[in-house]
């Protein structure tokens, strides 16, 4: 049984990290370069959002990817009791 657990501990931190990088491949990809055309239509404080996302937004999107991933960890850590008190 624990062999069953220690495969479901690791599939549920590999699909938290898939999405994290999934997350972060389209925010700073897509939002800076891709999408940048598409949302430089919308000003954010006097400046094009496309312009806003690859200086700025970008970084406090990724701080708080951060935190998130932070607490789904811990989630996933106590569900499968590997949690450190």
């Given at each position: 049984m624990e062999d069953n657990n220690?495969?479901?501990?690791?599939?549920?931190?590999?699909?938290?990290?898939?999405?994290?990088?999934?997350?972060?491949?389209?925010?700073?990809?897509?939002?800076?370069?891709?999408?940048?055309?598409?949302?430089n239509a919308i000003h954010l404080g006097g400046y094009p959002l496309g312009f806003w996302f690859a200086q700025q937004g970008s970084i406090y999107i990724f701080i708080a990817l951060i935190f998130w991933y932070a607490k789904k960890m811990k989630d996933i850590d106590r569900k499968f009791g590997m949690q450190e008190d």
């Open positions: 220690a495969k479901a501990y690791w599939s549920a931190t590999l699909g938290l990290l898939t999405k994290v990088l999934v997350i972060w491949a389209v925010v700073s990809y897509g939002a800076g370069i891709l999408f940048a055309p598409a949302l």
